[in-house]
């Protein structure tokens, strides 16, 4: 009891003693031991490195998981050392709706089919992001997480008591001032009234006493300058070691944007995928849907059907006829028509069309685009209101009218 007590109390002047002279330095009054410029720099560097890596983490996180909410549960999961439970991605969701939709509307129809092929694209993509999230998570959020966790928390553990080291070592500093000034000033006026204390032996004289003080304050000053230096020194290693930290993360932000890089060709690749199959597709499904209303209506005639988008005013060739679809009889005239090599461009009245993406052709008649290129374009009667023939160079076919950006 007696020893935590005594220690208590040491502590208690301990602390009183770093108040002090923390004050006076703030008021200004007080002499305050400067680092070289080196650890200056050092410590300058590591907040640096400690501010930009919480906001990098967290922008990251937000960039994985936009929810705020499933991030809040996601920290409370990890505080608690449980794992986290498996949760579905946007894109599984929206594909498991596809596909009831499609198994409701019928999956042998037009738009159940189409649900059903977008709807197992949205699967691969969801796939896809929980992939890229878990790699991210693991080979870069955990990183930065560690170092903000693990050791910036050590480097302000010692930066702190570096701090109490100094403090005691500018106190000792001004004891030792007070004391030679008081010692010289006894030596000069000596005045056994004021200066000797209560246990002063009067044969004593006064400078005597200030130079037991003098010595006992150079013996702390000696060993807190030690723990000054030894504290110093620990705490300049884990500084310097910031750049083994910057190297660390470097190669965790390497493998973070070679995830993302495979993650976006992935999805590049399975949209690339499904545009094809839609493309194919797409004629079939619309000469489905007419031959499905011809049962109870009559077919569609060239001066009945609707015109193209943006393709109203382009010339028809008006020397080839235009023949009703008939169910169950293939439209040889219309496939006549949109053969592009038994057809010739109007005299006049063609029109320049921009090529907005990408398009491969699906066969003979059709012509495969560039994004950004220029070619020329015309309809002919009894097309496809969705298709125009396009013409670059020599080269002639059937091109997407959602391609092209038709241009006065």
């Known amino acids: 009891m007696d020893f935590n007590v005594k220690k208590l109390a040491s502590d208690a002047g301990v602390f009183f003693s770093r108040a002090m002279q ?3 330095e703030k008021l200004g009054q007080a002499e305050k031991t400067e680092l070289d410029a080196h650890f200056e720099n050092l410590l300058a560097r590591a ?3 400690k501010n930009w890596t919480e906001k990098i983490l967290r922008q990251t996180e937000v960039l994985l998981q936009p929810n705020p909410s499933a991030r809040v549960e996601e920290f409370l999961y990890e505080k608690l050392d449980r794992k986290v439970p498996s949760r579905v991605t946007n894109g599984e969701l929206l594909a498991q709706y596809m596909t009831e939709a499609a198994n409701d509307f019928g999956p042998g129809t037009p738009y159940g089919k189409t649900l059903i092929k977008v709807g197992e ?4 993509l969801g796939a896809a992001e929980r992939d890229f ?3 991210a998570s693991l080979n870069f959020l955990t990183p930065l997480r560690n170092f ?3 050791d910036w928390r050590t480097i302000s553990k010692e930066r702190r008591i570096l701090q109490n080291r100094r403090l005691d070592l500018d106190a000792c500093k001004a004891r030792l001032k007070k004391a030679k000034a008081a010692e010289a000033k006894a030596a000069a006026v000596p005045d056994f009234q004021e200066t000797r204390p209560r246990n002063y032996v009067l044969s004593a004289s006064a400078s005597a006493l200030w130079s037991d003080e003098v010595e006992k304050a150079e013996h702390e000053l000696r060993l807190t300058q030690t723990e000054f230096d030894r504290q110093a020194e620990v705490t300049r290693l884990l500084l310097e070691g910031i750049s083994s930290t910057h190297v660390n993360h470097l190669r965790c932000l390497h493998e973070f944007v070679e995830s993302q890089t495979n993650y976006y060709a992935q999805c590049y690749q399975y949209m690339l995928e499904l545009q094809k199959q839609l493309g194919s597709s797409k004629g079939e499904i619309f000469s489905g849907t007419f031959v499905g209303n011809a049962e109870s209506t009559s077919p569609p005639t060239a001066a009945t059907s609707p015109p193209a988008v943006g393709a109203a005013t382009l010339p028809a060739v008006p020397t080839i006829p235009v023949v009703p679809t008939i ?3 293939p439209n040889t005239v219309a496939e006549g028509v949109l ?3 038994e057809v010739k461009p109007p005299a006049s009245g063609t029109r320049k069309a921009r090529v907005l993406y990408d398009y491969e052709a699906a066969d003979s008649t059709e012509l495969a685009l560039l994004a950004d290129e220029m070619i020329t374009v015309y309809s002919l ?3 496809d209101p969705d298709w125009l023939i396009g013409e670059r160079g020599n080269q002639k076919g059937k091109v997407p009218v959602t391609y092209l950006e038709l241009l006065s």
């Open 133 to 135: 999230i878990h790699s």
């Open 22 to 24: 923390f004050t006076e």
């Open 327 to 329: 169910v169950g009889v």
């Open 339 to 341: 053969n592009p090599n």
């Open 121 to 124: 694209t949205q699967r691969r």
């Open 47 to 49: 907040d640096c490195t």
């Open 148 to 150: 903000l966790e693990g």
């Open 381 to 383: 009667p009894g097309m």
